[in-house]
């Protein structure tokens, strides 16, 4: 148990539709990353919230936003989906600050299939 | 270039044996964070084991070891007395810091498979 969930589990969405996936990381952790991961591929960097504010992002369009709350939960937003967006998301959450290393806690993933 | 090489698409090992899954990393910082996570098919990222960089002996957690060679940047996790439920994904991750933020790099993963 890593203390952190996310929901949906699964969901299908039609192109050009909007999602909202969510994380709820544990008490004190307040950095929390997302990642994409393709089939058959290792996880992608998305971006990172670091106290309710973005302080990084990989290289994935402006379609995908996120928003990050006090309470430790967070949301990724997806804008306009494409077929390609079809990926396990993933959330982490690290009690330490982002410019520390140290292991990440995930969730078990959102499963977004887009036809 | 890559950053995380995992050569080792798939493993075959029996019950009670040890096995060694590679990595192989690319960074130029002198500070940096080496990760192993399993992945079942659940989904779910499960750490296992953490080396840093600066870190003089290997890191160990139970059954699993982390073969620091530094000089080769290699990261090599070795599973002892492999159990069927290690049957999984496994990933090599670095961690690096940019600009102010950390971020987890994974390479493709090894599929392990454990046999009776």
């Known amino acids: 148990e890593t203390g952190v969930t996310q929901s949906p589990t699964h969901l299908i969405k039609t192109r050009g539709q909007q999602v909202t996936l969510r994380c709820s990381s544990q008490s004190g952790h307040n950095t929390v990353s997302w990642y994409q991961q393709a089939l058959g591929q290792g996880p992608q960097f998305i971006f990172q919230y670091y106290r309710e504010e973005e302080n990084g992002r990989g290289n994935f369009p402006p379609r995908f936003s996120g928003l990050q709350f006090p309470n430790y939960s967070s949301e990724l937003n997806v804008n306009a989906l494409e077929l390609d967006d079809s990926a396990l998301y993933l959330c982490?959450?690290?009690?330490?600050?982002?410019?520390?290393?140290?292991?990440?806690?995930f969730g078990e993933g959102s499963r977004l299939t887009v036809l | 270039a890559q950053k995380i090489t995992q050569t080792q698409p798939g493993m075959f090992v029996q019950e009670k044996e040890a096995v060694t899954l590679d990595c192989t990393y690319d960074?130029?910082?002198?500070?940096?964070?080496l990760f192993w996570y399993k992945q079942p098919s659940s989904g779910e990222m499960i750490f296992l084991i953490y080396?840093?960089?600066?870190?003089?002996q290997n890191a160990t957690e139970g059954r699993y070891s982390l073969n620091f060679q530094k000089a080769r940047k290699s990261a090599n996790l070795v599973i002892s007395a492999s159990q069927l439920g290690d049957s999984a994904m496994y990933f090599c991750?670095?961690?690096?810091?940019?600009?102010?933020?950390?971020?987890?790099?994974f390479g493709k993963g090894t599929m392990l498979l454990v046999s009776p």
């Open positions: 960074t130029s910082d002198p500070s940096y964070g």
């Open positions: 991750a670095m961690r690096e810091v940019n600009s102010g933020y950390s971020t987890l790099t």
């Open positions: 080396q840093g960089s600066y870190d003089q």
């Open positions: 982490a959450s690290s009690p330490r600050t982002p410019g520390e290393t140290g292991e990440l806690f």
